[in-house]
């Protein structure tokens, strides 16, 4: 059994990939081709937005954003404190303090009183400016934008949408990747649209946003490759990449969200009495970039993980440390009292397979071992 068994996605779309690929090959354009273009409108189209700018990756993607609002020394910006080292190292790489924010326990996302209180805090405490809400879609499902805009409102902050693991996900009907002032996305082989490398991309309805972060991307040129207008860096999303996504875009959004919820609801019919499954909240819809339960203490985990290590059950901890904790972060940014929630989290939570050509049989046989341990 697989993680994420990307071999039997492959083999399903096996000869609309192949074709693909041979195309862009044939043709030499392997460099902003025009399956590049192509797919920005794609994306563009489906999230709702006026502009996606494609790049080289994920982390990219939070930089470049940063980049085009002029983020460095001396500004704030709010980072949950639960979520992968990239959404904090942004900012910090750009000489900008990350202020480390708790999150809900149910969602896993941004707290949205934590977020205010960081906020106060920083107003009256510190030198810094406070300037973007980072938050992240974690684990699939989107954050609590509704109530996070009306934060960034009050305080005349920018929102920072990072869905590297939400891209799919929903509220209503509005999509994930149209909730922030700009938002952002990872096409990592492993998050639910994927292509087969690196890659990533920016959402904005801002005309001038775009412009910039476009630029931005190939060493802040200007009408040409040798007119440089912005310092930038290069980042852009290969053609190859560009055409496997048109491929599997089109079976993510008509086929492979619809059945990896299936599979989070046999999941969570199985093991709601054994362990605490994932909260979907009323109205919001998820990706299931993983299915993390949470265990009732950290010695019922590593109970639990032997198991499934002895049967071959692959599983994950997502994650072991809260960002305040990462020694890189030391002396560079801010951190509050406490993080009642991420301590809580980081002992109890266990990510399992989840993707959307799994069987049945299987998130039974998984269930069967908690069931039984």
Known sequence: MQFKDLKLQYQNLKTQIDNAILEVCSNADFISGIDVRELEIQLARYVGVKHCVTCGNGTDAIVLSLMSWGIGPGDAVFVPDFTFFASGEAPAFLGATPVFVDVEKDTFNISVSSLEEAIIYTINNTYLIPKVI????????????????????????LVLEDAAQGFGGAIGNKKACSFGDISTTSFFPAKP???????????????????????????????TKYDNIHIGMNSRLDTIQAAI?????????NNELEQVNKVAEWYKNELQKTVKVPQVLDGFYSSWAQYTVLCKNTMEREN???????NAIPYAVYYSKGMH????????????????????????VLSLPI??????????????YFINK
């Open 134 to 157: 980072i938050a992240v879609d974690l684990f699939g499902q989107p954050a609590n934008y509704p109530k996070i805009r009306k934060i960034a409102d009050k305080y005349n902050l």
């Open 245 to 253: 996504l048109k491929v599997k875009f089109n079976n993510f959004i």
């Open 304 to 310: 639990i993980k032997e198991i499934l290590k002895e």
């Open 325 to 348: 904790e990462q020694i890189a972060f030391k002396g560079k940014c801010i951190v509050m009292e406490e993080y009642k929630n991420v301590e809580y989290l980081k002992n109890r």
């Open 193 to 223: 649209l994927g292509c087969y490398g690196d890659g990533g991309a920016v959402f904005t309805n801002n005309d001038e946003w775009a412009e910039i972060i476009r630029s931005l991307c190939v060493h802040g040129k200007g009408r």
């Open 355 to 368: 993707y959307p050509y799994m069987d049945k049989s299987e998130v039974l046989l998984i269930s069967n």
